[in-house]
């Protein structure tokens, strides 16, 4: 018998993180110092982008790349509903106009059809987005080659909301590589892959979108000479040449940062065991879910089912102590955007909703505690009649 509450996802912090950050908490550098770079070079590396800016929260990371692309008042973001409400707040906090894409009922990603659908009538409305950001729902990628062939045909920017997908792969390369995106964007938020504690990265092969996010998340200042409009007063000169913003990562969270991308492989080879165990001991089950299709691997940030009678499995399994969630609430069901935009109702995207059901998934959780919310939820769909 299960004691003890399940989460649907915890951070891993052992002793080797925490010496990582006392270390740093005993150096001269509480903020602004060595650990952060170390950190951006180290995340660019593994995701094969050339440049990578850390940032306080994957919310701002998202804030500053649709800056950085000249997102501003009178913009068009497109994005899907099924995401956190950051994805799309990021775009309204320039002052764009959000719209909403369809999503595939099974995986909850952007649906290209839909996409290419509306691009096809925004043309001929002279409506085309500016920025269109997909998102790698639970670390499922997206089909980004034929979003990047849409984007090439109708000339918008493209942004990847990776926060799930650190350690995803597509097509061979790993996911935020901005192969196919002009910025990639990445939380360390507790949940995800590794922790920063807080914190958030936007990765980019473009030089001058770099710089500019860079100088966008310190306050619109550079120290760099070259890049100076007036002569410097002095060793001690620099310059505000655009409105910033305070959204530094301090070297604490780098340098935990740090030590959990030594740790990445092996948690990506647990989610991955966790995830095959589900997909095996639920196939044939009234449970529904999908492997990545080939050429895709997934960094299982969740798990991600389909079930009839939704809430009653969601509560019976609450009620045993394994506390499931929903990832999403379609976001344009929120009250702030139905004031924004009226009623919205996407087919899709009602339907993946109406049945979506994450479970448990973390590399800490034992084999005994899967055996158990499998067990249970075996049991509670087949009380329920579930089909």
């Known amino acids: 018998m ?7 996802g915890r951070q891993t912090v052992e002793k080797d993180d925490i010496a990582a950050v006392t270390e740093t908490l005993k150096s001269d550098f509480l903020t602004q110092g060595p650990k952060v770079p170390q950190f951006e070079e ?23 790349a649709y800056l950085a692309l000249g997102v501003r008042p009178g913009s068009r973001v497109w994005t899907t509903p099924v995401t956190f409400v950051a994805t799309a707040n990021a775009a309204l906090m320039c002052g764009a106009e959000v719209s909403f894409i369809d999503v595939d009922p099974l995986t909850g990603n952007m649906s290209v059809t839909a996409l290419a659908a509306s691009l096809q009538t925004a043309a001929r409305d002279h409506e ?36 799930h997908a650190l350690g995803s792969e597509y097509l061979g390369d790993m996911v ?21 504690g807080e914190g958030g990265m936007a990765l980019t092969n473009n030089e001058k979108l770099y710089d500019r996010m860079k100088m966008l998340s310190s306050h ?7 890049l100076f409009e007036e002569k410097p007063d002095g060793g001690w000169y620099y310059e505000q040449q655009m409105l910033g913003y305070n959204y530094r990562m301090p070297d ?6 740090l030590s959990q991308l030594k740790k990445l492989p092996q948690f990506l080879k ?8 589900y997909l095996k001991e639920l196939a044939g089950t009234p449970a529904r879910c999908c492997r990545a299709p080939d050429g895709c691997l997934s960094a299982y940030h969740l798990f991600i089912v389909h079930v009839d009678r939704r809430k009653e499995v969601y509560d019976a399994l609450r009620a045993e102590g394994i506390m499931a969630q929903i990832h999403y609430i379609p976001v344009y069901h929120q009250p702030y ?23 448990p998934i973390y590399p800490l959780l034992r084999d005994d505690q899967q055996t158990y919310v499998i067990s249970r939820l075996k049991e509670i769909m087949s009380e329920l009649g579930c089909r």
């Open 337 to 359: 955007y139905r004031h924004l935009l009226g009623n919205v109702c996407l087919e899709c995207t009602e339907e993946y909703y109406q049945s979506c059901l994450s479970l």
């Open 252 to 257: 604490l969270n780098a340098a935990l940062g």
């Open 42 to 64: 180290t995340v660019s590396s593994y995701c094969g982008a050339k440049f990578a800016c850390a940032v306080n929260s994957g919310t701002s990371a998202l804030h500053v």
């Open 270 to 277: 647990r989610r991955r065991a966790i995830a095959e165990r």
């Open 220 to 226: 619109g200042i550079t120290k760099d000479d070259d």
């Open 128 to 163: 085309l987005p500016d920025v269109v950001t997909v998102v790698h729902l639970g670390g499922l990628p997206c089909g980004m080659k034929k979003i990047s062939e849409l984007a090439a045909l109708y000339h918008f920017r493209v942004v990847e909301d990776c926060c």
């Open 176 to 196: 935020g590589s901005c192969r196919y995106s002009d910025i990639s964007v990445l939380s360390f938020h507790p949940v995800k892959a590794i922790t920063t």
């Open 2 to 8: 299960q004691t003890g509450k399940i989460p649907y």
